[in-house]
């Protein structure tokens, strides 16, 4: 049979307390490497600013996109506008007023315009004289005199 060894209260308190040390410093050695709680609530306050930041310019960004996508398609549509005015024989000025936001609904507005105006044509600056209205050559006449 084993001997039963008695300690004393000083052993016991040694004991004890190496016990602890070897804790701590086993816990030590388990954590090591981790962030504290303020460390780490620090770290997650910088992220979240970062984050809001990063969403506003987002945000803007996104405007920014859809008021140069809405610019571009004017531009486009505009564009259509003045080559339909041409190719129906309309004024330049006519494709500030023709109405539609597809090719086909602005060729309709185009032909209604048409229509509207008659046939008479543009005078052109290039006739010779004896060519167009009466007035369109007295005047003409009157540039060459001057001239």
């Known amino acids: 049979m084993a001997e039963d060894k008695t300690f004393t209260q000083e052993e016991v308190n040694k004991l004890v307390g190496q016990a602890r040390l070897e804790g701590k410093e086993a816990g030590r050695k388990e954590f090591e490497g981790w962030i504290s709680k303020e460390e780490l609530d620090k770290q997650t306050s910088s992220l979240s600013d970062q984050i809001k930041a990063l969403t506003d310019e987002k945000t803007n960004l996104q405007t920014q996109l859809t008021e140069k996508n809405g610019q571009i398609a004017k531009y486009e549509i505009d564009s259509v506008k003045t080559k339909i005015a041409r190719e129906c024989g309309l004024p330049y ?5 023709l109405q539609g936001d597809s090719e086909e609904t602005i060729r309709q507005s185009a032909e209604l315009m048409k229509g509207l105006m008659g046939t008479s044509q543009q005078p052109s600056f290039n006739q010779e004289p004896g ?3 009466a007035a369109d050559v007295a005047w003409k006449e009157l540039a060459k005199n001057i001239l």
């Open 93 to 97: 000025g006519a494709a500030d007023f």
């Open 131 to 133: 060519n167009g209205n």
